[in-house]
């Protein structure tokens, strides 16, 4: 991979991972409160659906902190090592995890009687929303998994080769 490609990809990570922080201290309890302020029967809300979605921003940054150190790995040309392996596995178990969190919102909004200011669609707009993450996240971290069994396959292959030259 060319070095200014992996650069510009870790300045892309970096860069999330600065907003995801500000996202977390700054976005996330402001619009919380926010939403209290507006619809003051959203308070005993506020403070779970904040801690997680702040807790979801962490899957994301940890699966980002992997991608970093992956590529790092790339630049040094050490891909296909068991090292490696580790790094997915981290990237798999944060998106598993950001999954169960969208998991349990959806499973919420689903049962609870949440008051609406209005005709009930903000409720439902979150449960649909939810309910696209939960299927994104399983669909992200299944795709994660085949990618695990290529790149198992292509160090096989890798070990096999250089056990012939």
């Known amino acids: 991979m060319h070095r200014l490609f992996i650069v510009a990809l870790r300045a892309a990570i970096a ?5 995801g922080l500000f996202a977390q201290f700054v976005i996330i309890p402001a619009t919380a409160a926010d939403e209290v302020d507006r619809f003051p029967p959203y308070a005993p ?6 801690a997680i979605a702040i807790a979801g921003v962490a899957c994301v940054q940890v699966g980002l902190v992997a991608v970093w150190r992956l590529l790092a790995m790339v630049r ?9 392996f ?7 178990g944060a998106s ?15 049962l609870a009687s949440i008051p609406s200011p209005g005709d009930g669609m903000e409720v ?3 449960l649909g929303a939810a309910l696209a993450a939960v299927g994104v996240g399983a669909a992200f971290a299944m795709l994660v998994v085949v ?9 096989e292959l890798q ?4 056990e012939v030259i």
Do not use: N, Q
């Not at 040094?76 to 490696?84: E, M, Q």
């Not at 990618?147 to 160090?155: V, Y």
């Not at 070990?159 to 250089?162: C, I, K, L, N, V």
């Open 147 to 155: 990618m695990r069994g290529l790149l198992h396959k292509a160090t």
């Open 124 to 126: 439902i707009g979150a």
């Open 15 to 19: 860069a999330a991972i600065l907003f």
């Open 86 to 92: 580790h790094w997915v596995d981290v990237i798999i």
């Open 76 to 84: 040094r040309g050490a891909l296909f090592t068991p090292r490696a």
């Open 96 to 110: 598993l995890m950001a999954t169960l969190l969208a998991a349990g919102v959806t499973g919420h909004l689903s």
């Open 45 to 50: 809300f506020a403070a779970p659906y904040a």
């Open 159 to 162: 070990r096999e080769m250089a």
